[in-house]
């Protein structure tokens, strides 16, 4: 169930080093010919198939809206240390990524910057500070994995334009089926560009969902399960963020995240009621 909110979409700058938006929505296709090819292969065939047929995430370009989330302390941007991604609300100032990214053992970090696509010091969209974190109490208190989702208000130093209406905002959705054409953009911590991979997601559990990809590293808890992506913008339909079970997958293969519920819509509305 999509949250309906104004949706606002902004324009500025993109740089097509890398994977274009055409070659994305081509590999995307790919993938999905590549699912309706016949079967009759063995078990341990379709095992050692399903292994090697598994996507690896491309570096690209990145996506405006999906950026990168940093500890400054000290004005300065070290290594990030996870991915998040705007979220269309109200005041176009919300940020969605895993509650165990901005959280420590006595609270909501402080000094945290978001960099929207961010790419290899690149900032087109600049910094702009975390001035709020929201949480679930399930979280907060418990570090309960299935509840291991934020939202991030930010702001940036000296202007009243709220980031939404530059880079645009995907929109927040709930209690979708488990299993879908996603695609993830993440920030892997190896690297300073953004990577994206595109398949279907399984369900691990009736509270988590699994997304098979190679290359999705430290870095990338946070990083949105977008559906219905445009192929132009690059915009689509959150309802997941790599978290939850093993804080989003222990291995850089299989990611994780919360099955987005009634509790992210409550969290997400407190978030816009707070302000």
Known sequence: MPIPSPLRRGSGPHHARRTSRAQRLAAVTAFAAL??????????????????????????????????VFRNPSGSLPSHQCTGSVVDSPKGDLVITAAHCVYDASGPETGLVFVPQYD?????????????????????????????????EVHQSGSSTPIQDLVGADTLAVDQPASRLTTV????????????CTNRTTRF????????????????SGSPFLTHVDAQTGLGTVDGVIGGYQAGGNTA???????????????????????
Not at 185 to 196: F, K, L, Q
């Open 120 to 152: 290899d010091g690149d900032a087109p969209y600049g910094s702009w500070n975390v001035s709020a974190v929201y949480a679930a109490k399930q979280w907060s208190s418990g570090r309960s994995p299935n509840y291991d989702v934020a939202f991030l």
């Open 205 to 220: 559990s009736r509270t988590q969902l699994r997304f098979d990809c190679r290359g999705y590293s430290s870095g990338t």
């Open 253 to 275: 293969d299989i990611s994780y995240s919360m099955r987005f519920n009634e509790a992210v819509e409550s969290l997400y509305q407190q978030a816009v009621r707070a302000k």
């Open 35 to 68: 699912a309706t090819l016949g079967t009759g292969t063995s078990a341990s065939g379709a095992a050692s198939a399903a292994h090697t047929a598994m996507p690896r995430g491309t570096v690209f370009s990145g996506d405006p809206q999906v950026g990168a």
């Open 185 to 196: 953009v993440g920030y892997p911590s190896s690297s300073n560009a953004p990577i994206t």
